[in-house]
């Protein structure tokens, strides 16, 4: 029996390496993209702790060279995904049994595996496998899950510390149970360190969960799961599933022991969750937990007193970075007249000199789009744009899939505020601008947080305070991560816990206790000490 209160080490953000010319991380990340790309490896299944072959294979490649294989996987059926249930509710009880602190053990070790020997393994992965640059890799596939893992062990324990009061001759408690079931997570391509935290925080909270990674993430998301495994996680606690989303939607969230989903990806895919979940209602046990983190359109609206040059920077940022293939990355711009010449300028220099190619150079400030899907995509918008009499091409534009999925980093000028590009996801480097007059301040502010159904991200620029103030509050259902006078990008694990709502999804806010709580299932507990003894009330006595 252990006795004693346990608290989990205080959490610390994990710095960023550089990857410095002449740094010896620089040196080992190298050496260990020239080792995984000399060979290609098999991905199996991993079913209750076991490697399951199912001989139905797919190739993992690189975005910016597709016709290099990284790896072959096996693909889960439904025949698989029912083993998976079976394996996650016979791990259930002993796991949602552990003590808190023994489960909390197995994710601090996993954030100083990461952080030590496994930390160039999955950032060569991410870099390979979903063409991100050097940095890109380092603050999502080391430093934002080893924060994800080392925060959530103390968020949880925070949670478990709060406690409800007790009157006298009794005392209340509050238990927190997992969920009664299993969880699904669904993971997307491009953050290796949401791949990790979705299965792990519901496991963290006691639950067993089934895995499915994105197809064109599961390369990484194989070295996730080896990680963990030498972590110490039992068999079956999370079980590793490819496959398919429709087989998952077949099989896995019409089960009765089905008890939610922790999911990031399209608004499209989660609404069909949620309808599915819907119609099966009288199927399940309990209510399931829908935690979803989906689509945006994120922004940034300038006013009149911006500073340009940041300005301009922010752009360049929070739309470039990572091909613009990150949740929060920023897709159109609401920019007054009176600034749009000077901003015009300092743009295009800077997209011009943006370096594009294979993430191995580390002089290159993108990459390549996922795959063709995006490409084709990405290149239709393009190719409309640059046809429309409602939209300029300014500056990119160019689309070239001969060796990878490369699309110039584009800038378009809609000429009114509801082109396509203003209003839909495109999800690559496109960053779409229009151009307001400074007296229609209002009227801008009104498009901006009403004609696209998105709420996830969004900036403001400025240097007037009031006007700030009230440009913040005109736009406060508009993003669920507000930034004043910063690229809207680039939240921190415990400084801006992230999601949106509206058609971004329940806003549930991963990186804080608010996402743990889903994954609970409280009891309150009285015990009276001193129970009474005659049914009758004082009240009642004869006067």
């Not at 790309?37 to 079913?47: A, D, K, N, S, T």
């Not at 796991?95 to 999955?122: D, M, N």
């Not at 924060?147 to 005392?171: C, K, T, V």
């Not at 599961?218 to 495994?229: C, I, T």
């Amino acid at each position: 029996m252990r006795h004693g209160i346990f608290t989990p080490p205080a959490p610390i953000n994990e710095p960023i390496k550089s990857y410095a010319p002449g740094s010896p991380e620089r040196a080992q990340l190298k050496q260990r993209i020239d080792e995984l790309r000399g060979q290609v490896i098999e991905i199996p299944l991993v079913i209750g702790g076991k490697e399951v072959r199912t001989g139905r294979t797919e190739t993992c490649v690189e975005p910016h060279d597709h016709g290099h294989v990284l790896a072959r996987y096996h693909k889960a059926g439904p025949a698989e995904i029912e083993q998976a249930i079976a394996a996650s509710n016979a791990a259930w009880g002993a796991w949602s049994e552990l003590p808190l602190e023994a489960r909390t053990a197995v994710f601090l070790k996993a954030a100083e595996l990461l952080a030590g020997p496994w930390r160039a393994t999955l950032n060569a992965a991410t870099m390979l496998g979903q063409s991100k640059t050097a940095f890109q890799a380092e603050i999502d596939a080391a430093c934002e899950l080893i924060d994800f893992w080392r925060f959530n062990a103390h968020f949880l324990a925070q949670i478990s510390r709060e406690q409800p009061l007790s009157g006298p001759q009794m005392w209340n408690r509050l238990e927190y149970r997992a969920l009664e079931g299993f969880v699904v997570a669904i993971t997307p391509f491009n953050f290796t360190s949401i791949a990790g935290n979705l299965p792990t925080a519901p496991a963290l909270c006691g639950n067993t969960v089934l895995w499915k990674p994105a197809s064109s993430a599961v390369y990484s998301a194989w070295f996730l799961m080896k990680l963990l495994e030498e972590a110490g996680l039992p068999p079956g606690v999370v079980n590793f599933i490819p496959c398919s989303g429709s087989d998952i939607s077949k099989v896995a969230l019409p089960h009765p022991d089905f008890a939610g989903v922790h999911f990031t990806g399209s608004t499209e895919v989660f609404n069909g969750i949620w309808r599915t979940v819907g119609e099966n209602l009288g199927r399940y046990g309990g209510y399931p937990r829908l935690v979803g983190e989906t689509g945006g359109k994120d922004f940034v609206f300038a006013h009149p007193t911006a500073d340009v040059q940041a300005l301009a920077v922010a752009l360049v940022r929070g739309a470039f970075e990572y091909q613009g293939q990150k949740c929060s990355a920023a897709s159109r711009a609401y920019v007054p007249k009176s600034l749009w010449p000077a901003l015009k300028e300092k743009l295009v220099a800077m997209v011009r000199e943006l370096k594009m190619g294979d993430p191995k150079d580390f002089t290159n400030f993108l990459g390549a789009v996922i795959d063709k899907g995006a490409f084709d995509k990405i290149k239709g918008y393009i190719d409309r744009a640059r046809g429309s009499s409602d939209a300029e091409l300014l500056v990119g534009g160019k689309c070239d899939a001969s060796k990878g999925w490369f699309i110039e980093p584009t800038v378009i000028v809609a000429k009114t505020p509801a082109y396509e590009t203003m209003r839909e996801e495109l999800f690559g480097p496109v960053l779409t601008i229009w151009v307001y007059d400074d007296a229609q301040l209002d009227d801008a502010l009104q498009h901006c947080d009403e004609d696209s159904p998105y709420g996830l991200t969004g900036a403001i620029f400025g240097r007037d305070r009031g006007e700030l103030e009230r440009m913040a509050a005109r736009l406060r259902h508009a993003a669920g991560n507000f930034y004043v006078n910063d690229k809207p990008t680039g939240a921190v694990v415990g400084q801006q816990p992230f999601g949106g709502a509206r058609a971004s999804g329940t806003n549930d806010k991963a990186g804080s206790s608010l996402n743990l709580l889903r994954w609970l299932s409280p009891r309150t507990i009285k015990e009276n000490f001193v129970p009474p003894t005659d049914w009758r009330y004082p009240h009642q006595g004869a006067p």
